[in-house]
C-alpha cells in the first residue's frame, strides 16, 4: 500500500514538472489524479475495515436435524470481541453458534475493540435426508411466515413494533418457582427515588437457607421501592404470592431515557401483531355481530341438538349430530390444549387466559357460519358417500353469485392446502409428538420410532378404512374418555389448590387489563391470548364443515348450532382448564421448562403419578387427531383427484405411510409448514363465508320461526 502511494506521487510531480504537458492534459492528470486517490483511500479503508483473521471450525455431529455448529477463533485483534450472528439467540459474547439448521446460510461479524473487523457466511453441509428435506423447507417456511405473521399496523405506521424498556425491574436473586425459602426484605440501602449507578449495592434481603445478600442495581437510573422493610418479598406460604405473576419483584429502576429491547444477537426485540391473527379475529367478531350474537343467545339449543334431542331418524346424511361433533372435537383438542396454552401463559403471563377465553366465544360464531354451509351445499352420492366442506360451498356458493372463476379457485386453493396440512400437521406432527411424549416415560420406547409409527398406523388404518361411520364410532367413544379424563385430572388439582382461587382470578384479571404487570404490554397479552385460541380451535379454518357435512339433518343451520360448541370445549373449558392448572399451582412462572412438560409439571406437583395419565390422554388426542384429519384430507383429495374408491384408497394409504414417516424422523421445518398450512385455509374459506354470511343469517331466521313454532321434529 505504501509503495501504491509514493508511485503516484511521483507520476503527479512528473507530471506537473513536465513543461511539455498541456493545460488539458494536466486537467486530464487531476482528473486521474482524484480518481487513483480515491481509489487508494478505499482500499486502505477495506483493509483496515476487515483485517481481523479468524479460524471456523463448521461441525455437523449427527444425522439428527437443527444440531449443527459453528466455532470461532480470533487470532488477533484486541478483547474483547464482539460476535454478531444472524441467529437472534445467540449472544453477542458468544464465539460459538449451535443448534443451526443444516443447508441454511448464517452470517457473522466479529469486531475487537479498536474497530477492526471479519465478516463472513457459513453454511453446515446437511448430509442426511432429513437434514435435506429441512433445510430446504426452511425457506419456505419462512416466506409463509412472513404472510401469515405479517403486521399490518406496524407497516403502515400505525405503532412502533419495537419494544422499549422504561423500566428494569429487580426480582429477588436465587428466586425460582419451586422454592421453599423466604425472601424477606431486610433494609433499604437507598432511598426510594434516589439516583443509582450501576453496581450499586441497594437493599440487604435474607433468603432463608440461600443467606443473606447485597442487592446491587443492574442499571443506572431512579430507585422505587415495591416492598417495605422488615416484609416477604416472596413467602411459599402466600397462595397470593405463588400466584400472582412477578411477585418475588423487589424493585424497580426507572431509565432516564428509553432502552430498546434487544435480543443475545442485539437485534431490536419486536412486538407483532400479526395478520393471520387479525384476519381470524376479524371474521369471529363480524360474524357474531352479524348473527346476533348467536354463540350466546344459540347455546341452550346447541346443547339440546347435541343431546339427541332433534335427531331426526330418517333425515338424509351418515352420523348423529353429537358423533359429528365428537368427531370435529377430536380434531381440534389435542396437542395445542396441552403444549400449546403451556407455551401462551409463559409467553403472556396469567392474563393471555382471559383472551383466549374472550377468543373462544368469538370464535363460537365462525363455527355456526361454516357448518351451516357445510351441511347446505353437501352432495349426496347414489351410494350414499357425502362428499361436503369448503370445497362445495366456495365453489357452488359463489356460483350462485355469478362468482364462478372466483369460486373455483378459492375451492381448489382450500383443497390443496387441505391434503397438506392433513399429511403435515394432522398427521405426522401428531404420530411424531406423541412417540417423543411416550418415549419419555416409556424408557423401552426409545430408538424404536419406526416400529412405532408401524404399530399407531395399524390402529388408524383399522379406523380410517372404515370410513366416516367408522371414524364417528370410534371418536364418539374416545373424545368424551379422553376429555373427561383430563377434565376430571384438572378439577382434581384445582380443588386441592382451592384456596389460590381468589389469586388465581386476581392474577388473571390483572395481567389483562394492566399493562405494568403483563410479560409484553397490553396488546402483548392480548395477541398472545387470541393467537392461542385461534390455533386451537381452528374456527374459520374451515375443517370441521367437512365432519359436519355428513351429520343427519333436514336443516342445515342445526348443524351449525350443533358446531358454535367446539370452540366452547376446545378453548373456553379445555384451554382454560390447562391454564387453570398452571396458575393454581404456580407453575406458570417457571422457567426453563416448556410445552408438555411445563403442563405435565404442574399435573405432577400435585397428583405425582398423574404424568403418566397425562402421557396417555396425548396419545388418545393425537390418535383421535389423526383420525379426523384423515377424513378431511381425504375429501380434499377426492376434490381434485375424483370421487372414486380407487381414489380414497391412494389417500388412505400415502395418509398410513406418512403416520410411520412422521414417528421415525424429525422433520422441523417440514412440519412447520404443514402446521402454516392449516392456518392458510382460513384465507380462501373466511373470504366466502363473508360472501355467504347473508344467506346463513336467512337460513337462520327461517329455522328460528319453526322452532318457536314447535314444527321441528322433536323426540318426546
Known amino acids: 500500500m505504501i509503495s501504491i502511494k509514493i508511485a503516484l506521487i511521483a507520476q503527479v510531480f512528473f507530471a506537473y514538472c513536465n513543461p511539455n504537458y498541456t493545460y488539458k492534459a494536466k486537467f486530464m492528470w487531476n482528473f486521474k489524479v482524484i480518481l487513483l486517490f480515491c481509489g487508494v483511500l478505499f482500499l486502505t479503508a477495506n483493509t483496515n475495515a476487515q483485517d481481523l483473521q479468524v479460524e471456523s471450525k463448521l461441525i455437523n455431529p449427527s444425522d439428527q436435524i437443527d444440531d449443527g455448529t459453528i466455532q470461532l477463533r480470533v487470532l488477533d485483534g484486541e478483547e474483547p470481541y464482539t460476535f454478531k450472528w444472524s441467529k437472534q439467540d445467540v449472544s453477542l459474547s458468544s464465539s460459538t453458534a449451535s443448534n443451526l439448521v443444516e443447508g441454511i446460510p448464517y452470517s457473522v461479524t466479529v469486531t475487537d475493540v479498536g474497530g477492526r473487523t471479519f465478516s463472513a457466511e457459513y453454511t453446515i453441509e446437511a448430509e442426511s435426508i432429513a437434514e435435506h428435506f429441512n433445510g430446504s423447507f426452511k425457506p419456505i417456511v419462512n416466506s409463509l411466515g412472513k404472510v401469515l405473521f405479517w403486521d399490518p399496523f406496524a407497516a403502515v405506521g ?50 432463608g437457607k440461600l443467606g443473606s445478600i447485597e442487592v446491587e ?128 401463559i409463559s409467553l403472556g403471563g396469567a392474563g393471555a387466559t382471559f383472551w383466549m377465553i374472550v377468543a373462544g366465544f368469538l370464535g363460537m360464531s365462525s363455527k355456526f357460519v ?46 390443496i392446502l387441505g391434503i397438506g396440512a392433513s399429511f403435515g400437521g394432522g398427521n405426522m406432527f401428531q404420530s411424531n409428538q406423541s412417540f417423543e411424549i411416550l418415549s419419555n416415560q416409556i424408557p423401552f420406547l ?82 398472545v391470548g387470541f393467537q392461542r385460541a385461534a390455533f386451537s380451535n381452528e374456527a374459520g379454518v374451515g375443517s370441521a364443515a367437512i365432519a359436519h357435512s355428513a351429520a343427519k339433518t333436514y336443516h342445515t343451520p342445526s348443524e351449525g348450532f350443533v358446531a358454535l360448541l367446539e370452540p366452547f370445549i376446545d378453548t373456553v373449558v379445555v384451554c382454560t382448564l390447562t391454564a387453570l392448572v398452571l396458575i393454581f399451582t404456580g407453575k406458570h412462572e417457571l422457567t426453563g421448562v416448556a410445552g408438555v412438560e411445563l403442563t405435565s409439571s404442574a399435573f405432577g406437583s400435585v397428583i405425582s403419578w398423574f404424568p403418566y395419565v397425562l402421557s396417555l390422554a396425548v396419545f388418545l388426542f393425537a390418535f383421535s387427531t389423526m383420525i379426523s384429519w384423515s ?32 414417528a421415525s424422523v424429525s422433520l422441523g421445518a417440514v412440519l412447520d409448514f404443514s402446521d402454516m398450512m392449516i392456518l392458510a385455509m382460513s384465507f380462501p374459506n373466511i373470504i366466502g363465508l363473508y360472501i355467504l354470511s347473508g344467506e346463513v343469517k336467512g337460513d337462520l331466521k327461517a329455522y328460528i320461526v319453526k322452532l318457536k313454532e314447535g314444527s321441528l321434529y322433536k323426540k318426546e
Open 217 to 344: 442495581s443492574p442499571v443506572n437510573g431512579s430507585l422505587t421501592h415495591v416492598d417495605d422493610e422488615g416484609e416477604y418479598v416472596y413467602n411459599p406460604d402466600n397462595p397470593k404470592h405463588v400466584i400472582e405473576t412477578n411477585a418475588h419483584l423487589l424493585a424497580k429502576i426507572e431509565y432516564a431515557d428509553q432502552v430498546i429491547l434487544m435480543h443475545p444477537n442485539g437485534d431490536p426485540v419486536e412486538s407483532q401483531i400479526p395478520f393471520i391473527v387479525i384476519w381470524l379475529i376479524f371474521g369471529a367478531a363480524f360474524f357474531t355481530i352479524r348473527l346476533g350474537f348467536i354463540n350466546i343467545r344459540g347455546f341452550k339449543h346447541a346443547l339440546q341438538l347435541a343431546s339427541g334431542k332433534y335427531d331426526e331418524p330418517n333425515a338424509p346424511g351418515r352420523i348423529t349430530h353429537f358423533q359429528a361433533l365428537a368427531t370435529a372435537v377430536s380434531a381440534t383438542v389435542g396437542l395445542g390444549n396441552i403444549a400449546g396454552v403451556a407455551v401462551a
Open 631 to 662: 377424513y378431511y384430507g381425504m375429501r380434499s383429495w377426492t376434490y381434485i383427484f375424483g370421487k372414486s374408491n380407487r381414489s380414497e384408497l391412494i389417500y388412505k394409504f400415502l395418509f398410513l405411510l406418512f403416520v410411520v414417516l412422521g
Open 158 to 207: 400505525i405503532y412502533d413494533p419495537i419494544v422499549y424498556k422504561d423500566v428494569e425491574k429487580i426480582f429477588a436473586p436465587g428466586w425460582n418457582a419451586d422454592t421453599t425459602e423466604k425472601f424477606k426484605l431486610e433494609k433499604w440501602l437507598v432511598e426510594d427515588g434516589s439516583k443509582v449507578e450501576k453496581g450499586q449495592k441497594i437493599a440487604v434481603l435474607s433468603r
Open 370 to 415: 361454516e357448518c351451516t354451509l357445510g351441511v347446505k351445499y353437501r352432495f349426496i352420492s347414489k351410494e350414499g358417500r357425502i362428499f361436503g366442506g369448503p370445497m362445495n360451498y366456495l365453489r357452488h356458493g359463489l356460483e350462485k353469485r355469478n362468482l364462478g372463476k372466483l369460486g373455483a379457485f378459492l375451492a381448489g386453493f382450500f383443497a
Open 446 to 527: 426409545e430408538g424404536q420410532g419406526p416400529w412405532f409409527g408401524v404399530f399407531l398406523a395399524v390402529l388408524v388404518g383399522v379406523v380410517i378404512i372404515g370410513g366416516i361411520n367408522s371414524i364417528a364410532k370410534v371418536t364418539g367413544k374416545v373424545v368424551p374418555f379422553m376429555a373427561g379424563v383430563y377434565v376430571l385430572g384438572a378439577l382434581i388439582v384445582i380443588g386441592i389448590n382451592i384456596e389460590n382461587i381468589g389469586p388465581a382470578f386476581n392474577a388473571i384479571f390483572t395481567g389483562a387489563f394492566n399493562p405494568g404487570a403483563l410479560k409484553g404490554g397490553f396488546i402483548g397479552v392480548l395477541v
